[in-house]
T-cell receptor
Framework: SQTIHQWPATLVQPVGSPLSLECTVEGTSNPNLYWYRQAAGRGLQLLFY??????ISSEVPQNLSASRPQDRQFILSSKKLLLSDSGFYLCAWIPGMTEAFFGQGTRLTVV | GQQLNQSPQSMFIQEGEDVSMNCTSSSIFNTWLWYKQDPGEGPVLLIA?????ELTSNGRLTAQFGITRKDSFLNISASIPSDVGIYFCAVSGNTPLVFGKGTRLSVIA
């Protein structure tokens, strides 16, 4: 069966520090992977998606970047965090553009 | 990007009451989905709708794909405390999955 892992679960980082969130998928190959952000009490904002190694599409220009160094690995990064980067970050695997399988999420607080 | 209008934004109901929420779009979509997010977790798929006019049930949940393919609703009958969470509609087409802003449901025992 397929499993999606995301870590860390929580993170508190100072303004201006770098960020690296990792997402990995097991049990499938060449997955379509997505990063979403959810601000407190708000909806899901699509940040990046990737259909393969080295292929990244950005939905919203911002202080973040994404990379797909391996087939089943998707990384969300920032060189310098802003207060507005705080939120709940979710990695998702969406096979066939229908059902989305989400990781457990990372709650990021920038202080 | 695509915009989904989901309403209401939040609801406070008594245990045992029925709940109804809906989602509309200015564009036509071929697939409508409803997800639930428990606090601190990722959303989980509740119901998927693939055909205009389709009415699908999952236990106490019922969802319908609007005949115009621009809207969908979700009903929850006889609500219970574990129904608490955020309910999202989502659409799938030629673009990545797009989610509505969610309906936050609170159930008062």
């Amino acid at each position: 069966s397929q499993t999606i892992h995301q870590w860390p679960a929580t993170l508190v980082q100072p303004v201006g520090s770098p960020l690296s969130l990792e997402c990995t998928v097991e049990g499938t190959s060449n997955p379509n992977l997505y990063w979403y952000r959810q601000a407190a009490g708000r909806g899901l904002q699509l940040l990046f998606y990737s259909v393969g190694i080295g292929q990244i599409s950005s939905e919203v220009p911002q202080n973040l970047s994404a990379s797909r160094p391996q087939d089943r690995q998707f990384i969300l990064s920032s060189k310098k965090l802003l207060l507005s980067d705080s939120g709940f970050y979710l990695c998702a695997w969406i096979p066939g553009m229908t059902e989305a399988f989400f990781g457990q999420g990372t709650r990021l607080t920038v202080v | 990007g695509q915009q989904l209008n989901q309403s209401p934004q939040s609801m406070f109901i008594q245990e045992g009451e029925d709940v109804s929420m809906n989602c509309t779009s200015s564009s036509i979509f071929n697939t409508w989905l409803w997800y639930k997010q428990d606090p601190g977790e990722g959303p989980v798929l509740l119901i998927a709708l693939y055909k205009a006019g389709e009415l699908t049930s999952n236990g106490r949940l019922t969802a319908q794909f609007g005949i115009t393919r621009k809207d969908s609703f979700l009903n929850i009958s006889a609500s219970i405390p574990s129904d608490v969470g955020i309910y999202f509609c989502a659409v799938s087409g030629n673009t990545p999955l797009v989610f509505g802003k969610g309906t936050r449901l609170s159930v008062i025992a």
